[in-house]
T-cell receptor
Framework: AQSVTQPDIHITVSEGASLELRCNYS??????LFWYVQSPGQGLQLLLK??????LVQGIKGFEAEFKRSQSSFNLRKPSVHWSDAAEYFC?????????????FGQGTRLTINP | SQTIHQWPATLVQPVGSPLSLECTVE??????LYWYRQAAGRGLQLLFY??????ISSEVPQNLSASRPQDRQFILSSKKLLLSDSGFYLC???????????FGEGSWLTVV
């Protein structure tokens, strides 16, 4: 069965510092991978996705992620965080259903930004 | 462009009362539709999905049901709510299998 692990429940970084959020997945075939961000009380916004091709994926808000098949990882990075990046971040793998696709999510990583 | 709306945004209901959460998608046709639940302190779990009108699949057994009376309308219901039904419910859509899934703004349900 598919699964996603986000080892860090809560991360605190200073504004302007670099960021890396870890994500490991378990999936038998080539995975579809996603990162979503959720502000408090809001829905999920797609940051970026990997379907195939270049393993370094660029997303919105200056985020990027790198797919590493050998490590079953899809870590999210940003070179310099802004206070507005404080939110919860979810990594997900797409799993096939009958005619549809479901997302299997990690437990999320809450990001706090220190001024 | 495509948009997704769900309502109500917030709901406080007594135990044993019925529930109806509605979701509509605009700007696309024949979308795949999904209901996810996010319980407090937990990740997101897929509850139902639909690939067409009247076609509903359930991922987990529970006290809830879903219906798709129109192509771009997805409804989450319960006849009698339980305390354990409390959570944040998210409707989502995609253009088909293998496509990105986009989420609505969510509905907070508190069962008291």
């Amino acid at each position: 069965a598919q699964s996603v692990t986000q080892p860090d429940i809560h991360i605190t970084v200073s504004e302007g510092a670099s960021l890396e959020l870890r994500c490991n997945y378990s999936y038998g075939a080539t995975p579809y991978l996603f990162w979503y961000v959720q502000s408090p009380g809001q829905g999920l916004q797609l940051l970026l996705k990997y379907f195939s091709g270049d393993t370094l994926v660029q997303g919105i808000k200056g985020f990027e992620a790198e797919f590493k098949r050998s490590q079953s990882s899809f870590n999210l990075r940003k070179p310099s965080v802004h206070w507005s990046d404080a939110a919860e971040y979810f990594c997900a793998v797409g799993a096939w259903l009958q005619g549809a696709q479901k997302l299997v999510f990690g437990q999320g990583t809450r990001l706090t930004i220190n001024p | 462009s495509q948009t997704i709306h769900q309502w109500p945004a917030t709901l406080v209901q007594p135990v044993g009362s019925p529930l109806s959460l509605e979701c509509t998608v605009e700007g696309t046709s024949n979308p795949n539709l999904y209901w996810y639940r996010q319980a407090a302190g937990r990740g997101l779990q897929l509850l139902f999905y639909s690939v067409g009108i009247g076609q509903i699949s359930s991922e987990v057994p529970q006290n809830l049901s879903a219906s798709r009376p129109q192509d771009r309308q997805f409804i989450l219901s319960s006849k009698k709510l339980l305390l354990s039904d409390s959570g944040f419910y998210l409707c989502a859509w995609s253009g088909g299998a293998g496509n990105t899934i986009y989420f609505g703004e969510g509905s907070w349900l508190t069962v008291v």
